[in-house]
């Protein structure tokens, strides 16, 4: 019984909450505004909030192992947020928060020594956190200045940067490339190790060096909005709303998730909020915080609802809401680095 009843009550959730839209509704056809716009401008007017692509931008450095060779590893877990001025590169920045006891060297023993209070200490200081400030112009490239928190010590540093090109991937997503390069002194962060790791050798290099080498290449990507969404049950949600607008709607999901289990339904969190973030891109910032909002409730253990409600308050103009839908994100998730950068415009009142 059990095996014949879940296929029909998986097309009858189906049904109840995506039926009532026509099937001939035309892809391009837009919603209509549940009210009028305020006229406030919008926090982040010219900017786009693209995410690293941490898969194909690796956070990676090496070392001097006794002026010999070098040990390489990197920070396997991490998140990136960087708001783009493609008219103006100087008007962008970048938010990163990386999670330290994700650090590797690719080898066991070296790795578990190094997540001691003896170097990284990464249950006293679990994230290391990187706010750009400035970024100008030099020469043929471009030089970031901001700021660093690491090991419980924040210094100011300077990246050196180059902007290498943007393109449309095969599954129309927008991809923006850049690289660079850092050299940090693990001293200036109090990163000092057992004395045995610092004494000179024959060579006169310490066992352990003090510069460490950053290569960065970095790849964001942002999510463009489209007629029809690649996902079939968030293309139907986002017809669904075309055809009947967001508010019904919202109805009719909160009253059959009170009784649904969340592997029954369809339109689960992520597609609540690939539609949220296509309606704020198609111009429609109300009816997508409307649906940030329903995520919010839905899935109240998650930020990924507040940070978007900030990014809808932050579109229509309204830098309280904004304020505090991206401090709650944050509270939340302290690596919510969308909801990082929404905070920091939303409390700046300036780009840069």
């Not at 990676?60 to 010999?68: A, H, R, T, V």
């Not at 200490?121 to 200045?145: C, H, N, W």
């Not at 690289?179 to 002194?185: D, P």
Request: proline share 5%.
């Amino acid at each position: 019984m059990r095996a014949t009843r879940r296929p029909a009550l998986v097309l009858l959730l189906l049904a109840a909450v995506l039926a009532a839209a026509p099937v001939a509704v035309s892809a391009a056809k837009t919603p209509k505004p549940s009210r009028a716009a305020p006229p406030a401008k919008s926090l982040l007017e010219g900017l786009e909030l693209c995410q690293v692509d941490a898969a194909h931008s690796p956070i990676e450095f090496s070392i001097s192992w006794m002026g010999l060779s070098r040990v390489r590893g990197a920070f396997a877990d991490y998140a990136a947020t960087l708001a783009i001025d493609r008219a103006d590169l100087t008007r962008s920045s970048v938010t990163l928060v990386i999670r330290t006891k994700s650090l590797t060297t690719f080898n066991e023993r070296r790795d578990k020594d190094l997540k001691t209070a003896d170097w990284f200490d990464v249950e006293k200081f679990p994230t290391a956190v990187f706010t750009s400030r400035e970024i100008v112009k030099q020469g043929d490239g471009y030089l970031m200045r901001g700021s660093l928190s690491l090991h419980g010590v924040s210094k100011e540093i300077e990246i050196p940067f180059s902007f290498v090109g943007r393109l449309r991937d095969p599954f129309g997503e927008e991809r923006t490339g850049f690289e660079g390069h850092v050299a940090l002194n693990r001293k200036d962060y109090g990163i000092v190790g057992p004395a045995r790791y610092n004494a000179l050798l024959e060579l006169g290099k310490a066992m352990v060096g003090e510069d460490v080498d950053l290569p960065l290449s970095i790849e964001a990507f942002r999510s463009t909005p489209k007629d029809t969404l690649q996902d079939r049950a968030a293309d139907s949600l986002w017809r669904t709303i075309l055809a009947r607008g967001v508010a019904p709607v919202a109805k009719d999901y909160r009253a059959l998730r009170s009784t649904t289990a969340d592997s029954l339904l369809p339109v689960n969190e992520p597609r609540l909020n690939a539609v949220g973030y296509q309606l704020v891109d198609r111009g429609h910032a109300l009816d997508g915080l409307e649906v940030f909002r329903l995520q919010a409730e839905m899935y109240p253990q998650s930020a990924s609802g507040l940070a978007g409600m900030a990014y809808a308050y932050a579109n229509l103009g309204d830098r309280e809401n904004a304020d505090a839908s991206a401090e709650k994100a944050v509270a939340m998730n302290p690596s919510a680095t969308r909801a990082l950068e929404i905070l920091r415009r939303a409390r700046a009142g300036a780009v840069n």
